[in-house]
């Protein structure tokens, strides 16, 4: 285990991504978990008694899209370089958390990017704070919800009187919407802690993965212009985090068949297109230790 995250991918990916300094958060509903979100909502329902509680819960999941970018603390995985590499080739990125996290609209401009538009203007609502560890363990998640169904259940008093008029015509919302969404957000646990908590519960069949991700939640009310990308004819929806180069640290190549030359143009690569010296590049790359081929 080291202080960085690593994310695992093949190589034209790796290029990409050391060329344009920027990595692509994928809308969650395109990840390979097909449960993607819904782990949470089935442990709350054990511990929340006002079934009201989980229709305003229902509505909250179909107002919000959420974006993620996965990483692991473990450098040489092997199912890692199982699940994310191509047979013959394998890198694992080595980023440092960023010290602008908290801050997406910095001095440098916006670190979040979509596809352009009139305005090139867009709402970010809100974001981890850093690379945050997904959570698998029941027990762990049955002690979350136990709380979370607790807040709820006292929070959800102080959105009256208008509740049953708006739960009564989730179809066609009030005119009030706004003001409605408004006090949601004033609330801590509706948009903040149950949105936080929605895309960090995994199942626990993803448990050797170890995964820590990044992520973003947009509401559905508020403009937004993903770029698109195309894989296995389908249309994937994501948005551009662009980096400081000095936030990746190291490179780790897979073992394979070609390791001498991926590291042979890694090599040729930093010291021409990233001007790097001989002993930074050496501290830069590592190589797999897993005699995987």
């Known amino acids: 285990m080291t202080q960085l995250f690593y994310h695992y991918t093949d190589a ?22 097909a449960n993607e979100g819904s782990d949470l909502l089935k442990h709350l329902r054990k511990h929340i008694k006002n079934k009201d509680i989980l229709k305003l819960l229902e509505f909250i999941d179909t107002r919000t899209d959420a974006y993620s970018c996965s990483f ?3 450098k ?14 394998g890198y694992a990125i080595g980023f440092k958390s960023p010290d602008k996290f908290r801050d997406f609209m910095c001095d440098d ?18 974001h981890s704070h850093g690379f945050e560890a997904c959570i698998y ?9 136990k709380k979370m169904a607790s807040h709820m259940e006292e929070d959800y008093l102080k959105l009256q009187p208008d509740m049953n008029n708006f739960l009564t015509n989730l179809d066609r ?40 991700r990044f992520f ?9 212009n993903p770029c698109y990308r195309e894989k296995n004819g ?22 394979s068949k070609l390791k001498n030359k991926c590291e042979q143009g890694l090599r040729h690569f930093l010291r021409n297109d990233k001007k790097m010296s001989q002993d930074e590049i050496e501290l830069f790359i590592e190589t797999s230790d897993i005699p995987f081929q």
């Open 76 to 89: 040489d995985l092997l199912s890692q370089w199982r699940g994310y590499c191509p047979p013959e080739e």
């Open 173 to 212: 919302p009030p005119a009030g919407l706004k003001d409605f969404l408004h006090r949601l957000e004033a609330g801590d646990v509706w948009l903040s802690e149950y949105l936080y908590y929605k895309y960090l519960f995994k199942n626990e069949n993803f448990k050797e993965e170890e995964e820590y």
């Open 216 to 224: 973003l939640t947009f509401d559905m009310n508020y403009k937004q």
């Open 137 to 145: 363990e029941d027990s762990e998640k049955e002690e979350i919800c």
């Open 72 to 74: 692991s603390k473990q």
């Open 109 to 126: 401009g916006l670190s979040i990017v979509g596809a352009p538009t009139k305005d090139d203007t867009y709402v970010l609502t809100r």
């Open 234 to 255: 389908v249309f994937i929806p994501y948005y551009r985090y662009c980096f400081d180069y000095k936030d990746i640290q190291k490179v780790v190549i897979r073992t």
């Open 12 to 33: 034209a990916t790796t290029l990409k991504i050391l060329t344009n300094q920027e990595l692509w958060i994928t809308h969650t509903s395109f990840l390979n978990d």
